[in-house]
């Protein structure tokens, strides 16, 4: 019999009139990895919340280690040996690792700078941890970041481990060395909760899966007796089919050519660096990097957002570098952006559908009036096309869900009959059905001639639906490859700056 | 216990009893302290709706106050709109003042009536809309705080009026008394139904913002550039413009509402001719909710406050400033109550709660 580590029974946490997590059952063991398996909004976060103070449940129980507790803040939970690792790290970037780990921590008796890094190095070893403790964290990779972040909850003594979309952000090198450390972690008896929806890390790492669904706990299974088809149908509840396809594209001439682009960012960094490709008409062309690789001044930079230090951006023979946005616009070139929080770049989230649609139509309108018929009918047919669930199109874009908002900005765009569809992120956030119908958008636009320039965070979808996949590395080009000729690992590589041999000759240097 | 939640979505007709409840609440808590003062709150709350309803000249009264009131509000809220805080209301009042009497100060009193009257509206609008304008440049090219520009400017035009005031126009036919020359009978609007034609220009003025804001390209622009900025360069707005128009448009209403204040109020140019009515107009367009109609009709009631507690002052001896109080108060529930819209406020009793857990 092994030792329970968690148990959560019958939790209930409700959000208004959202039910975030009804009856979840959760039991992990001591020495063992689980995964908790979910589409977004499943209620994995707001389950994790709860066990780490953050939430308390409306109803339920939850024990540690056999004995009922009642967290009230993130405290208590700390000091009965729960760390957990957000997404997004709470650093502190101007100081260094050690200041980071001591940061609200009482300073133990006798406690010095030499037996402090003791400690440290022998918490590092036992587990195979490896970092530079007075590096400051915003020279850091992500990757030692993260392992900043489970240094820090080790030091204060967590021997039940909860990571929130661990890989997310990080290279498949880096993703290796995490799963090290948690084997390492299981090892000794540590009990670890991974937060995901990536199966094939599921598959990898997890020794038992629970599957939740509409904030209810679908299923426990152990990761041996469970094969990927079926964890899908857990997941979304129904059989889906996870193939992305990619279709043979009309095979046109250069559409847009970016030529030796140099962009600075806003604390006058070098945010792209001397950076040249071509897109072609009818193709997807994938940009791979890891967050913050330049990504963004690439898309703000093609649509005229920002300005360029030095280089030409070609668009149908003519330099459009220098020209305003609405011009950008005008010449047939669209840009959707997700940014984190959805709303902020592109749509505005207290206007209703018809204004939001209304945002790229209305100049093109004779005098100073403004003219919601035709955007109406746009609307209607939009939300049409793309199956988009509102109870109207005079419902404001925030109250939607999200794949809905990220089909109606996206479905602006394509409805403009764009010539160069430049999208980042479009599935963040989104479940796996409307991810798929969004991939299926991108498609039907690269066969009708559209050159789509498609930055993705995943790896796989990168390379399962785009022609060729550029990479991104601090702003500079690593390499522009056809993705049926390399692995992921070596994409993996290149986006932390080794270029490859295998590049294709015909793309360098265009 | 005490549990604070997040809202989903809430019924329009619960948003307007929650609205409608802290309205109520400040009256209440207004009338403690009336009480506290030593006087009956609900014969005090009688008095003021007697003093600005009670009879066809206290009407009049309330809507000359109303006027000024409801155009300057119409302004702030264009700027609003936009997140563009605007609180230079009453030195664009001032501007507005100085502008209409520089024209009726120097036409001839030959000039007929509509022509003056045009003519000193024209230019009103115009120092209002620069005075607007001077912000609205720094902060679209090199994005200075508009709170702090505007509400500096309010200084600037004060002063410069009572430098006017006291010297260059100081009219020598008052034997020594700084004021300045009263305007002639042709710069002076004239009446209808008994009041000044300035509640034309206000209802004008109502339906000429609300068609601005939601149904022209800009006012359009103009909502986008507030609620989103991102959104609206992404969109390829041109940002600077924006926000130099919408300011214009704020600034000019302020400043025609100067002209009406020189021309029909006073007669003539006083520093004291803005009276507070753009530091008002920041509240009747915030409760209003930025939306035209609704903030006309606050204007309305808060000019009944105002109205009515200087009838207040001449009938029980309260002073006027007890309006002061009362706004404050309904400011601060109307505005907290804002709170309860977004929140839910969910008590339990601790043993409850270590049921569950």
């Known amino acids: 019999m092994q030792t329970i580590s968690i148990q959560m029974e019958n939790i209930t946490k409700t959000f208004g009139a959202l039910k975030a997590n009804e009856d979840v059952n959760l039991t992990v063991y001591a020495g063992e990895i689980h995964a908790l398996l979910g589409e977004n909004g499943a209620g994995k976060s707001t389950l994790m919340n709860m066990l780490s103070g953050i939430y308390m449940p409306d109803s339920g129980f939850i024990y540690v280690e056999g004995k009922p507790v009642n967290f009230t803040s993130p405290k208590e939970s700390i000091e009965l040996g729960i760390g957990m690792i957000h997404q997004h790290f709470k650093l502190v970037d101007i100081l260094t690792a050690k200041e980071n780990i001591l940061l609200g921590q009482k300073k133990k008796a006798g406690q010095n700078d030499k037996n402090l890094a003791k400690e440290i190095k022998d918490l590092s070893d036992r587990y195979g941890l490896d970092l530079d403790l007075n590096k400051k964290v915003y020279q850091m990779s992500v990757g030692e970041k993260q392992t900043l972040e489970i240094i820090k909850v080790l030091y204060r003594g967590a021997r039940i481990l909860v990571l929130d979309e661990p890989t997310a952000v990080l290279t498949p090198q880096e993703i290796k060395k995490l799963f090290r450390i948690m084997r390492n972690m299981k090892e000794h008896g540590c009990a670890i909760v991974i937060i995901t929806h990536k199966l094939n890390e599921v598959m990898e790492i997890s020794d038992r899966i629970t599957v939740l669904r509409k904030g209810k706990s679908i299923a426990t299974v152990v990761t041996k007796e469970v094969e990927v088809p079926s964890l899908i149908e857990m997941m979304v509840g129904k059989k889906v089919d996870l193939e992305i396809d990619r279709l043979p594209g009309p095979g046109l001439g250069e559409s847009l050519v970016v030529d030796e682009l140099t962009v600075m960012d806003m604390e006058g960094k070098l945010a792209l660096d001397n950076i040249s490709f071509a897109l072609k008409g009818g193709e997807i062309l994938g940009v791979a990097g890891v967050a913050k690789s330049g990504q963004k001044e690439l898309c703000e930079a093609i649509a005229g957002l920002i300005p360029a230090a030095k280089g030409r951006i070609f668009f149908q023979g003519d330099n459009i570098l220098g020209k305003n946005p609405r011009d950008i616009i005008r010449l047939g070139i669209r840009m959707g952006f997700i940014p984190e929080d959805r709303l902020g770049m592109g749509l505005v989230g207290s206007m209703d559908i018809v204004h939001n649609i209304v945002l790229k139509d209305y100049q093109n309108q004779p005098g100073i009036f403004l003219k919601r018929g035709p955007c109406i009918e746009k609307a209607n047919r939009i939300v049409e096309t793309l199956d988009i669930m509102t109870p109207n199109v005079y419902t404001p874009v925030k109250k939607l869900s999200g794949g809905n908002i990220q089909k109606v900005l996206l479905g602006r765009e394509i409805d403009s009959n764009p010539k160069v569809l430049i999208t980042a992120y479009p599935v963040r956030g989104l479940d796996v059905g409307a991810s798929y119908k969004i991939y299926e958008l991108l498609n039907e636009q690269k066969q009708a001639g559209v050159g789509v320039l498609f930055i993705g965070e995943d790896l796989d979808v990168l390379m399962d639906l785009c022609d060729r996949v550029m990479v991104l590395c601090n702003g500079k080009v690593t390499g522009i490859v056809d993705p049926t000729q390399v692995t992921k690992e070596e994409i993996g590589l290149m986006m932390t700056g080794s270029a490859l041999e295998k590049e294709e000759p015909s793309d360098k240097n265009q | ?357």
């Open chain 2, 1 to 357: 216990m005490i549990k604070i939640n997040k809202r989903a979505s809430l019924p329009k007709r619960k948003e307007m009893m929650i609205q409608a409840l802290a309205v109520l609440l400040s009256l209440v808590f207004a009338g403690l302290v009336i009480l506290a003062m030593g006087y009956n709150p609900l014969e005090v709350y009688y008095r003021i709706v007697e003093g600005s309803v009670g009879t066809i000249i206290r009407i009049q009264q309330t809507i000359n106050k109303a006027v000024p009131l409801i155009i300057v509000s119409m302004g702030i809220l264009v700027a609003f709109k936009m997140k563009f805080w605007n609180i230079g209301g009453e030195g664009q009042i001032m501007m507005g003042a100085f502008g209409a009497t520089l024209v009726a100060l120097n036409l001839p009193e030959s000039v007929p009536t509509p022509i003056m009257l045009l003519a000193m509206a024209v230019m009103a609008t115009l120092c209002g809309a620069i005075w607007a304008f001077i912000p609205a440049f720094f902060k679209a090219k090199f994005g200075t705080n508009e709170t702090i520009f505007t509400l500096m400017m309010n200084y600037i035009a004060i002063k410069f009026v009572t430098y006017m005031q006291f010297g260059p126009w100081k009219d020598p036919s008052f034997g020594g008394f700084p004021k300045v020359a009263s305007f002639h009978d042709n710069a002076i609007m004239p009446s209808l139904f008994g009041l000044h034609i300035g509640w034309i220009i206000a209802l004008f003025a109502v339906a000429g913002v609300y068609i601005f804001i939601h149904h022209t390209k800009r006012g359009y622009e103009i909502s986008v550039v507030g609620e989103s900025l991102d959104t609206a360069r992404y969109a390829g707005m041109n940002i600077k413009a924006i926000i130099i128009t919408a300011m214009l448009v704020s600034g000019g209403l302020c400043g025609l509402a100067g002209m009406i204040q020189a021309s029909a109020i006073e007669k003539t140019l006083t520093y004291t001719i803005s009276a507070g009515y753009g530091f008002t107009a920041i509240i009747t367009a915030w409760l209003g909710r930025l939306s035209a109609p609704v903030v006309g009709v606050v204007c309305f009631l808060f000019a009944m406050l105002l109205q009515g507690s200087s009838f207040l002052q001449a009938s029980m001896a309260i002073p006027a400033s007890v309006a002061d109080m009362i706004q404050g108060v309904i400011l601060f529930f109307v505005l907290g109550s804002d709170f309860f819209l977004q929140y839910k406020v969910v008590l339990k009793d601790k043993k409850a709660v270590k049921e569950v857990a």
